[in-house]
C-alpha cells in the first residue's frame, strides 16, 4: 500500500495527472465523465501549441480547468461574430461546438509574455480566457497537456491536437 502511495505521489509531482472531466465546456472532444491523463513531462522541452488541450488552474475556479490553447504569447486575437481571428488570420476550428454566448465578440487584444489563450470547444458554455476573471493564464499555472482518454474505454487512446469531437445531441 505505501508503495502505491510513494509512485502515485511520484506520477502526479514529476509526470502527470489523472483527470476527471466536470461539465461539458470542452464537449464534443471531452465530455462529463471522461477520464484523462494529463502529463507535464513535455513541459521541459516543449511549449504549448494551438489546438492543444491543457489543464490549468487559476483563482477563479477550483480544481484543474481543460481547454484548448488558441493563442501564444505575442499574438493578437479578437472575436467578431463569433469568428476567432488570430493575428489577422481566422481560425478553422472544426471542433467547436455551439456559438460564443455573452462572447460573441472580442476586441482585439494582445497576449503577454510567457501567457496562453485558451478558451473551450463548447463555447457558449465555457469559463475560459474569454472571461476576465481568468485572462490570459500564465505558463507556471499550466498544468499538463491532456495526452490519453482512459474512459470511455470505446474511446480510449490519446487526444489529438486537432481531434474532431464526438457525436453529440443539440440539448447538451
Known amino acids: 500500500m505505501a508503495l502505491a502511495s510513494v509512485v502515485a505521489s511520484v506520477f502526479i509531482l514529476f509526470i502527470g495527472r489523472i483527470i476527471v472531466i466536470s461539465g461539458d465546456s470542452m464537449r464534443p472532444t471531452l465530455a462529463d465523465g471522461d477520464i484523462v491523463v494529463t502529463e507535464k513531462l513535455s513541459g521541459i522541452w516543449h511549449q ?21 490553447v488558441v493563442a501564444l504569447p505575442g499574438d493578437q486575437i479578437a472575436i467578431v461574430s463569433g ?18 454566448g455573452p462572447w460573441t465578440n472580442l476586441e482585439p487584444l494582445l497576449v503577454p509574455t510567457d501567457r496562453y489563450f485558451l478558451m473551450g470547444d463548447n463555447r457558449d458554455h465555457s469559463l475560459d480566457s474569454r472571461d476576465p476573471a481568468i485572462g490570459s493564464v500564465p505558463r507556471v499555472q499550466m498544468q ?29
Not at 504549448?48 to 480544481?63: H, K, L, N, V, W
Not at 488570420?89 to 455551439?98: D, P, R, T
Not at 495526452?147 to 447538451?172: D, I, Y
Open 144 to 172: 499538463g497537456r491532456v495526452v490519453w482518454r482512459l474512459w470511455p474505454l470505446s474511446e480510449f487512446g490519446p487526444v489529438t491536437a486537432r481531434q474532431e469531437g464526438r457525436e453529440h445531441s443539440e440539448g447538451l
Open 48 to 68: 504549448p501549441e494551438p489546438g492543444e488541450i491543457y489543464g490549468f488552474t487559476c483563482a477563479a475556479a477550483e480544481g484543474i480547468l481543460i481547454k484548448r
Open 83 to 100: 469568428t476567432l481571428s488570430v493575428n489577422g488570420l481566422v481560425q478553422q476550428e472544426s471542433y467547436i461546438n455551439g456559438i460564443m
